[in-house]
């Protein structure tokens, strides 16, 4: 690891400062320490945020809940609230790393954990996302684990969080303080950049930026399920997962949200397949259609062809789960 | 950087680059060479200790992190002549081979007991309000975090068992 300055913040305004002028801020540290180890990352200093006030999980007026942004992904997925009435969101925690990992993990370290791909973390093979105009060795490379939607020819990383997947069928807001004090709301989709030329600029944070919490709007109404495809039962990332949440209402589909993870640099949402879905009866036929539209514009890099079939085939067996139980 | 912090109920002032993994703090500056490293990665938990009683992996957080938390080795848990129930069952249930992964086995299934009688369900639990039974799939599922390179996953399954007790 390179030497770097540490700092324990005591508010999250002088943490948004400190890191204003070159820090790198610190959670859990699962991610960014084993990055720093590999000189991956290299942060001139960190400043330690685990003494800040953001560990509390709070309803707010319209029946949702504000997520600090220290909450540990233990502590959120068993919550009983989260349990109850956001199960998706538990069940996606739930089948991510391990038991001592989502001790430490924290809601905003999760969302910006960095990507898996192998040319990420070996500095000795060229990649544009860390060091920009480099070159991808992934894309004709070992990209099994890697991204078929929202690529570029720049990068074709996935990102890594089952918890974002979930968010992202939820509808959830990240909140945000800024160097200046002022604060804004984002939602996911909003957060995220597409790799396009730039695949080292990740989301839309700017300098010193720090998540203070997640907002969860109120509840969605249907049945909810996380289904996470992996080379191991678990204790490893997902080749494709799906966030879904569908309300059946007379024989039709009232709502579908649906979210994907490994399949894209961002997790992944389709306003219109869900817009395809709605008002259907559901039918083998209808979910075929829907896996069409998804995969419609979806590219393969060879060794993670087999993700777009596979997605396919979870989707599809995902909304026969969601709503053949929802019938009886 | 300065930081004090209780381990194994010893109060300790330590004073280390701060680059230092309390991995590396419990093993190069204080000793306590069970806690071991494997992978130094996240990725064997061969490291788990217990940061004011959950488990962690202890190569992927730095020591300078934890001023005024309580850490729990393998040290702590139990000595010859004194061990836990889940050391005791692990030497009668032959739950090790090499014994490299074993102390990390050890914290991780103490800490782990007590997560399933707070209630905490896993990925393997079918009803996410109800309480989860330790079944086999139920603790291979909460331990999948440490990994056992000679593979003695049957006989660690069955020391927790035992050590839990028929109750649970
Ligand atoms: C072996 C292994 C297996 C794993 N398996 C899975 C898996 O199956 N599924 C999965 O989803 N994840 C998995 N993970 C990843 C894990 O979930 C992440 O490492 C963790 O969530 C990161 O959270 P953290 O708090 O430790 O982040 P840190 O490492 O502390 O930080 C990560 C990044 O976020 C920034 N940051 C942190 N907090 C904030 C904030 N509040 N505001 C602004 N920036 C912030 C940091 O500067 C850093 O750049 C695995 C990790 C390991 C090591
Ligand atoms: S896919 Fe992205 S992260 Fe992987 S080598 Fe290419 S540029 Fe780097
Ligand atoms: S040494 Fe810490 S997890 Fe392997
Ligand atoms: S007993 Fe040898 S690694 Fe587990």
Redesign the pocket.
Known sequence: MRPFGYTRADTSESAARQAASGGTFIAGGTNLLDLMKLEVMAPEALIDINRLDLGAIEETDDGGLRIGALVSNSDLANDARIRKDWPVLSRALLAGASGQLRNKATTGGNLLQR?R????YDRA??????EPGA?????D?F?RI??VLG?SE????AHPSDMAVAMRALGAEVETLKENGSTRRLTLDNLYLL?GDR?DQETVLEPGELITAVVLPAPVDGKQTYRKVRDRASYAFALVSVAGIAKLENGRIARANLAFGGLAPKPWRNAEVEALLTGEAPSEDLFNKAADLLLAEAQGYGANDFKIPLARRTLVSVLNELTQEAQQ | METNLTINGTEQRLDLDPRTTLLDALRHHLGLTGSKKGCDHGQCGACTVMVNGRRINACLTLVCMHDGDEVTTIEGLGQPGNLSPLQEAFVNEDGFQCGYCTPGQICSATAMLKEISDGWPSHVTDDLDGKAKLTAEEISERMSGNLCRCSAYPNIVEAIRKAAGENT
């Open positions: 990507t791909c192998l040319y990420f093979m060229p990649c544009n996302k860390r070159g991808c060795s992934a894309k490379g990209n890697l991204a690529t720049h990068c074709i990383a790799p695949p």
